[in-house]
């Protein structure tokens, strides 16, 4: 892959610092920015209205849900709800799902998640519901699907996880966990913020009920997206007014509307994915986009796992140093998001070294605060994260590289 035409197509990647902090928020697509000027320069006005304008604009932003419907191969733009993030839309989803609940129904979630799709679970135990914690494996910091049997019931109603760790960088087997939950007649709700900027999200392959996405990681704009299965929609209660229908999808979930000009600047994530495919000379795509994506993807995803290998390679044998999460590059295992500490040492002080670098690393425990806690790193000032996209090049890898061979 040409690097440089890949970085070209990002804004805020011609300045002098290498980003590895991808994972907290990817640079945003030039086709983006230009996508969210054109509808604020061309039809900046209120949707619902008979004039032309304003049709012109409910048009565009559903042409962008459909764009992302096909994204994450949803089956109808209707399961495509935006907000304002992730943490944002499970909240909704939480206050939904739990006016459904009764007095002693069990919720499942995990101590490695996001706190997002932790927090507006447990408390629902406010309104009796029992919420009870999935912990990862101890040695692989990996769930299993043993301590899930262990833990559900013919009371569980919903199981909440997430597909790749933002911490761990541990990919979760979806599709095996989702039939698991719904064979005992629970729902699921799958935290993919983590997973979705690094490989293609097939919803309906997974056959997860919710699945939520932060976009501004994804490439985008600052906003977030929840896939809800269509039937599944139709059963919560509206978040948004009373007189609103209730098969009145999505907008019953999208309380206030949804971000107009945001929302058509995701079509600008489209743009990018054909510029990559008529880089990589994909004619087996032709004019089907779901293939593009997919193919696309697949570059992306070596390219990755290139990088993070010359990483972990190198901290594998680096005395006192622990990875998180699989030490093997394998794209099957893990996204190229590496977590360490190193013994004896404050995870703040080798940050300040890379800081020092020009190289945007980050410390802490970036919301999985639960998981920290029970790796018992607080003290240590949780963990060293970098996490790579695919327009990060090998040279930033070699610089992080000689920046922490002094440092470790």
């Known amino acids: 892959m040409d690097t440089d035409l890949l970085r070209r197509q990002f804004a805020g990647l011609d300045g002098d610092h290498a980003l590895f902090d991808n994972a907290g928020g990817s640079q945003i697509l030039r086709s983006v920015i230009r996508r969210i000027g054109e509808y604020l320069e061309d039809c900046n006005v209120q949707h619902g209205a008979s004039y032309a304008t304003s049709q012109r604009a409910v048009e565009r932003v559903a042409e962008a849900r459909m764009g992302m419907a096909t994204w994450i191969n949803a089956t109808d733009s209707s399961e495509i709800v935006f907000g304002s993030s992730s943490t944002q839309l499970l909240r909704n989803l939480a206050h939904s799902v739990g006016r459904t ?113 932060s976009l501004y990681k994804v490439f985008g704009p600052h906003i977030g997206m929840l896939y809800g299965r269509r039937e599944r929609l139709l059963d919560l209660p509206s978040m948004n007014h009373f007189f609103i229908p209730n098969d009145d ?66 901290l594998r044998e680096k005395p006192g140093v622990r990875i998180f999460g699989p030490a093997s590059s394998d794209p099957k295992q893990r996204v190229s998001t590496v977590s360490f500490v190193v013994d004896g040492r404050k995870s703040e002080d080798i940050v300040q070294a890379t800081d020092a670098a020009k190289l945007a690393v980050r410390y802490g425990d970036f919301y999985a605060y639960r998981l920290i806690d029970d790796l018992g790193l607080r003290e240590q000032g949780g963990v060293v994260r970098v996490s790579m996209l695919h327009y990060n090049t090998e040279d930033e890898v070699d610089r992080l590289i000689g920046v922490l061979e002094q440092t470790l």
Request: overall charge negative.
């Open 249 to 314: 999808l999505p907008y019953k979930m999208q309380p206030g509307g949804a971000n107009f000009e945001l929302s058509y600047g995701l079509l600008g994530l489209w743009d990018y994915i054909e510029t990559v495919s008529a880089h990589l000379g994909d004619e087996k795509a032709g004019n089907d986009r779901r293939a593009m994506l997919e193919r696309v993807f697949e570059a992306f995803t070596q390219r990755e796992a290139m990088l993070a290998e010359k990483l972990l390679g190198f």
């Open 101 to 213: 609940l009764a007095p002693g129904d069990e919720i499942i979630v995990t101590n490695c998640d996001h706190e997002a799709n932790i927090g507006v679970w447990v408390e629902l135990a406010e309104r009796d519901i029992e919420v009870r914690f999935w912990r990862v494996d101890e040695e692989t910091l990996a769930l299993r699907l043993e301590e899930l049997d262990t833990l559900m019931s013919d009371r569980t109603r919903l199981v909440a996880w997430t597909h790749a760790s933002n911490v761990v960088g541990q990919i979760h087997p979806v599709r095996e966990f989702a039939d698991f939950v719904r064979e005992r007649g629970a729902l699921s709700c799958v935290d993919g913020v983590a997973y979705a900027p690094h490989r293609a999200v097939d919803v309906r392959a997974l056959g997860i009920d919710f699945y939520a996405m």
